[in-house]
């Protein structure tokens, strides 16, 4: 939101709340515009100057940036992740995931695992600064 426009209507508030509070819910648009007390049209338009999105398109945004942070306990399914972030169909969870982050859920977890099993970025720069040959620089590891 740009500092010189005016705080949004609270009937927008209300709902932005809403949906973010019911993701795993199904929510259709007319369904944000009535609760907002307004056409669709001009609900979506009001949306869209104060958010910058489209209200569906906000929706997509919060569930996929929820899922990323679900993904990040290891106790949940990729399936549980995608029934709470509102979608009952895996292939179009995944297909939307990968749409966002360019790769697949599996494959964004797997990556974190990863990066928690990597030595800490410090280790091995004991001798930082001092020349080395070319012959002693591994760059694949």
Do not use: W
């Not at 709340?17 to 019911?22: E, G, N, S, V």
């Not at 944000?32 to 958010?51: E, G």
């Not at 360019?102 to 990066?115: A, D, I």
Request: charged letters at 30%.
């Amino acid at each position: 939101m740009d500092s010189d426009r005016p705080p949004a209507p609270e009937p927008l508030e209300s709902t932005k709340r809403y949906i973010d509070l019911h993701l795993a819910e199904k929510i259709s648009l007319s369904e944000m515009a009535r609760m907002s007390h307004l056409s669709v049209s001009h609900f979506s338009t009001l949306f869209r100057r104060y958010y910058n999105a489209s209200p569906i398109d906000y929706q997509v945004h919060r569930r996929m940036e929820t899922a990323r942070y679900l993904l990040e306990i290891p106790g949940l399914s990729v399936t549980e992740i995608a029934e709470r972030t509102g979608y009952a169909d895996l292939y179009r969870f995944s297909r939307m995931f990968k749409k966002r982050f360019k790769m697949s859920p599996s494959v964004y977890r797997k990556g974190l695992l990863l990066e928690k099993k990597r030595p800490p970025r410090t280790a091995g720069l004991e001798n930082a600064g001092q020349r080395c040959t070319p012959a002693e620089v591994d760059i694949y590891h």
